[in-house]
Nanobody, 111 residues
C-alpha cells in the first residue's frame, strides 16, 4: 500500500523558513520522481518542485531561488526547504509520486 505522509507545515512570518518532509512507503522509492504541489484556497493545484530519481530538480518560476527540493533514498524521504516565504506561498502542500498523493500539510505565511 502506497503511503505518502507530509509533515513540517505551520504558521510562519513573511521572510521566514519552513522545511517540509514527505515519508514514502509501499513502493520502490528510488524508481520514482517525487513532486511537491500546492493548492491555495480558490486556486488550482500547481506544481512547485520536482526531483527525478537521479536527483535532477525543477521548480516553478514563483519559487526559484527560494525553495530547494531534495531526497534521501536511504530514508525514502523527500524534502522541501522553503526560505524567504511570502504570503502568496500560503497553501496546502502535497507530496506526489506516480498516481499517489499525500494528505497535505498546511503552510500559512502571515504576520
Amino acid at each position: 500500500q502506497v503511503q505518502l505522509v507530509e509533515s513540517g507545515g505551520g504558521l510562519v512570518q513573511p521572510g521566514g523558513s519552513l522545511r517540509l518532509s514527505c515519508a514514502a512507503s509501499g513502493f520502490s522509492f528510488t524508481l520514482y520522481a517525487m513532486d511537491w504541489y500546492r493548492q491555495a484556497p480558490g486556486k488550482q493545484r500547481e506544481l512547485v518542485a520536482s526531483i527525478s530519481r537521479f536527483g535532477m530538480t525543477n521548480y516553478a518560476d514563483s519559487v526559484k531561488g527560494r525553495f530547494t527540493v531534495s531526497r534521501d533514498n536511504a530514508k525514502n524521504a523527500v524534502y522541501l526547504q522553503m526560505n524567504s516565504l511570502k504570503p502568496e506561498d500560503t497553501a496546502v502542500y502535497y507530496c506526489h509520486a506516480g498516481p499517489s498523493w499525500g494528505q497535505g500539510t498546511q503552510v500559512t505565511v502571515s504576520s
